[in-house]
């Protein structure tokens, strides 16, 4: 198995709704991501869990809140989100975070929607 | 800190035309470089790491240090070719842990 798989693959909430976003890989990666992308715009670092650890949180508000429960999932609780959090969610995968990252796999995404 | 650049955001050629997709990049240390393409409701996917010095799909990329460029190069374009090509760099960043950066992206259009 050589892919990401994120669900769902389209969530549309309300801004004081609750809901999460999944990622899951089976390919014994240690490092996993989470961007953030807007239409015709390039993937924005929010964070990067590496040996199920937070690595790396990109000054992301606390609206965002991520979870690694174990090496294969990584999840996005998201909270009183505003309409400008409404943009294609990734994740992606790699093989353990050194001084490189190496290649990273990416999932179709989540497109989430705020009204 | 780490910095992509990608002077093009729109590339339009002919089929069968010679295509170069710019990439500058700003680093203090290695970098890793890579090349992702994102076509048409597919995910973004990995096209070209310049470690690896291999040819994909008729692509080539040479990383120039000098320069600090990495270009992405094919002397004859497909309309399959068409898609989003983002450069991006890996390193280490300011505060810990390394990331993947990514230039603003070429979206280049082979026309038949």
């Known amino acids: 198995d050589t892919e990401v798989t994120q669900t769902p693959k389209h969530l549309v909430m309300g801004m004081t709704n609750k809901k999460s976003l999944k990622c899951e890989q089976h390919?014994?990666?240690?490092?996993m991501y989470w961007y953030k992308q807007k239409a015709k715009k390039p993937p924005e670092l929010m964070f990067v869990?590496?040996?199920?650890?937070?690595?790396i949180n990109e000054s992301v508000p606390s609206r965002f809140s991520p979870e690694c429960p174990n090496s294969s999932l990584l999840n996005l609780h998201l909270h009183a989100l505003q309409p400008e959090d409404s943009a294609l969610y990734l994740c992606a995968s790699s093989q353990a975070s050194g001084t490189t990252t190496g290649e990273l796999f990416f999932g179709e995404g989540s497109r989430l929607t705020v009204l | 800190a780490q910095r992509v650049t990608q002077p093009e955001k729109l590339l339009s050629v002919f089929k069968g035309a010679p295509v170069e997709l710019k990439c500058n990049y700003s680093y203090s240390g290695s970098p890793e470089l890579f090349w992702y393409v994102q076509y048409s409701r597919q995910r973004l996917q990995l096209l070209l790491r310049h470690i690896s010095r291999e040819s994909i799909k008729g692509f080539t990329a040479d990383l120039n240090k000098g320069e600090t460029s990495f270009h992405l190069k094919k002397p004859f374009a497909q309309e399959e070719d068409s898609a989003m090509y983002y450069c991006a760099l890996s390193g280490w960043g300011e505060t810990s842990g390394s990331r993947l950066t990514f230039g603003e992206g070429t979206q280049l259009t082979v026309n038949p």
């Open positions: 390919m014994g990666h240690r490092a």
């Open positions: 869990y590496s040996y199920e650890k937070l690595s």
